[in-house]
Structure formats: C-alpha cells, structure tokens
T-cell receptor, first 109, second 118 residues
Framework: GQNIDQPTEMTATEGAIVQINCTYQ??????LFWYQQHAGEAPTFLSY??LDGLEEKGRFSSFLSRSKGYSYLLLKELQMKDSASYLC??????????WGAGTKLIIKP | GAVVSQHPSWVICKSGTSVKIECRSL??????MFWYRQFPKQSLMLMAT?????????EQGVEKDKFLINHASLTLSTLTVTSAHPEDSSFYIC??????????????FGDGTRLSIL
C-alpha cells in the first residue's frame, strides 16, 4: 500500500521554531507538496520539493530526502496565525496525489 | 496568480434537493480539476478527478450517479450532488492544476463549499 505519516498534533511557542516531519512509502515518487489548512478553510499551497535538499521561502523551509522517504517543514519565528493543519502530499509514479492526514499545529503565546 | 473560485460558499437545503457547486480557475487554464470532501477533523478525501472534455474518474466508493461532475471547459468544473441527504453534509473542496510540459504543477484550491442537508 501507499501511506504518508505525519504527527497528528504539535504544540509550539510564539516566536520559536518548529519542524513537522513527514515520511512516505509510495509507488514511485514525482514530488512532495506541503499545504497549510486553517480550520474551516481550504488548503493553500506552501512548497514543492522534487530534488533532495532544502527549499527556503521566507519563514518557511521544506526539506526532502528521497533515499529516506522523508521530508520536513520548518517554520521559523512562529506567529499565532501559523496555527493550522499542515498537510504533506506525495505525487506517485502514476501522478496520483497521495495525502497525509495532516499535522495540527497549535501555537501558544 | 493561480486563483480558483468556488461557489457557493454555503448551502443549506432540504433532504432530496440537488445541489450544484461550481469551480472556476480565474487566471489560468486548468487541465485537471479535482473534487474533495472533508468531514470535520478528518483529512481530505479525493472524490474524483476530471479532465476537460472527458468523463471524470471517480475514486472507489464514490457513487458517480450521485455526484455528477461536468468539466465542460478549461476553466469550469461543476459538481452536482443529486437528491442530497443529511449524510452528504460535508465540506466540499475543488482544486485545479495546469499541467506543465516539463514540470509538475501544484493543485490550487477553491475556498470550499459547506453543504448542510436538513
């Protein structure tokens, strides 16, 4: 089967750094996405990794290791508005997008 | 860029009513559109994938006669929930992607439609 694993919930403090991990086992790999979803809203695109390494976009960075089937999303200088669910999704060799269940991030003042 | 509009945002209607949801890509041509359903505190569940001008591909367990999908143009897809019942109450979200020649494009989501069947 195909599956994507992420922690169900994480808690962090405003101003701090948090790393959300994602491991995957899929039939082939054509890239990995991270999305942010606030409660009651639709997901918004954050990042796409297809090659190994770190991609930085402002306060958010995403890392990929294809050999390990592993990615993480790093959020720096956390703000209260970063409280949301973060979804990891992988495109397999059939170009199907396989979604993780999401990690609910709670930011405390 | 990559704006997807979904309408309506909220629908409340009686059991047995058919409900139509529209999904439009406003500033790009969407080669593929996707329809998802999400129950509270659960992950996204893909219902179907549609390509312009062809029949939608439904995921296992999704009734194609109940959830009618039409993708008539490169900017518009519609989902019609026929004879809706309370168990169909959910958050329905569409997304659209333009397939690049050389690279994979992300899905861009509409704002979702919250459907409540009384």
């Amino acid at each position: 089967g195909q599956n994507i694993d992420q922690p169900t919930e994480m808690t962090a403090t405003e101003g701090a750094i948090v790393q959300i991990n994602c491991t995957y086992q899929t039939s082939g790999f054509n890239g990995l996405f991270w999305y942010q979803q606030h409660a009651g809203e639709a997901p918004t695109f954050l990042s796409y990794n297809v090659l190994d390494g770190l991609e930085e976009k402002g306060r958010f960075s995403s890392f990929l290791s294809r050999s390990k089937g592993y990615s993480y999303l790093l959020l720096k200088e956390l703000q209260m508005k970063d409280s949301a669910s973060y979804l990891c999704a992988v495109i397999n060799s059939n170009y199907q997008l396989i979604w993780g269940a999401g990690t609910k991030l709670i930011i405390k003042p | 860029g990559a704006v997807v509009s979904q309408h309506p945002s909220w629908v409340i209607c009686k059991s047995g009513t058919s409900v139509k949801i529209e999904c439009r890509s406003l500033d790009f041509q969407a080669t593929t559109m996707f329809w998802y359903r999400q129950f509270p505190k659960q992950s996204l569940m893909l219902m179907a994938t549609s390509n312009e001008g062809s029949k939608a591909t439904y995921e296992q367990g999704v009734e194609k006669d109940k959830f009618l999908i039409n993708h008539a143009s490169l900017t518009l897809s519609t989902l019609t929930v026929t004879s809706a019942h309370p168990e169909d109450s959910s958050f329905y979200i569409c997304s659209a992607t333009r397939q690049g020649l050389l690279e994979i494009q992300p899905q861009h989501f509409g704002d979702g439609t919250r459907l409540s069947i009384l």
